[in-house]
């Protein structure tokens, strides 16, 4: 690692990223009564890729609550930054574009530079956000990225609804193994292996929200 990636590596703070946040915090905790469960599955360095399941705008920023020392980057749908002040919001906290309709190479690059840098990447594998609850089936764009980049993917499941005063459940749930797909290179059947175990750990994190 470079001297510059080295210093990348460490956790950093931008002002508008930190006080968003911090206003954030306070929101989930008093009024979402959200609280957090598996945070130790968090990897304490270095660089990794958390996914989630999609049902808010909020979730981007739950998401980041999972761990508060280091600053997440994450893709966003490209018509979030046609308005050129919204582009320059999203990118001083951290947001790239991506156009969800299509193989994003631009995106894949920004993302794979993200983590090359030592930094975290935040992805929403369904690419858009479920209306009904339900999972929707997840994209393969997102296990291209995991088995290209190989760093622990942590998957994050989000129990409950954003209504005041209404309990929230948080899991985050260990690695999702990938170290024996990429032996062989990345290929569809792995990107497909590899989707399916995402599922799974998704769908067991869901089943475990249902005993807090």
């Not at 690692?1 to 954030?24: E, G, I, N, W």
């Not at 790239?96 to 993302?111: C, E, K, L």
């Not at 599922?199 to 249902?210: I, W």
């Amino acid at each position: 690692m470079s001297k510059d990636a080295q210093a990348m590596a460490k956790p950093r703070h931008t002002f508008l990223y930190s006080f968003v946040m911090a206003l954030y915090v306070v929101l989930a905790k008093l009024v979402f009564f959200m609280r957090f469960y598996g945070r130790e599955n968090i990897p304490r360095d270095g660089n990794y890729i958390i996914m989630a399941n999609h049902v808010c705008m909020l979730d981007a920023l739950t998401l980041a609550m999972c761990n508060l020392r280091r600053e997440i980057h994450f893709m966003g749908k490209k018509e979030l930054f046609n308005n050129k002040f919204m582009a320059w919001v999203w990118t001083q906290v951290h947001a790239f574009p991506v156009d969800r309709g299509n193989m994003d190479m631009g995106a894949m690059r920004t993302a794979m530079k993200v983590l090359k840098e030592g930094e975290t990447l935040g992805i929403f594998p369904e690419g858009t956000r479920s209306r009904t609850g339900e999972m929707l089936p997840l994209l393969s764009g997102a296990s291209v990225l995991a088995l290209r980049s190989g760093v622990p993917v942590i998957p994050v499941y989000i129990a409950g609804k954003y209504r005041p005063f209404r309990r929230m459940r948080i899991m985050v749930g260990p690695a999702v193994e990938l170290a024996d797909l990429r032996q062989n290179g990345v290929d569809k059947d792995a990107c497909d292996v590899f989707t399916h175990r995402l599922e799974a750990s998704f769908a067991q994190l869901r089943a475990q929200s249902e005993n807090f």
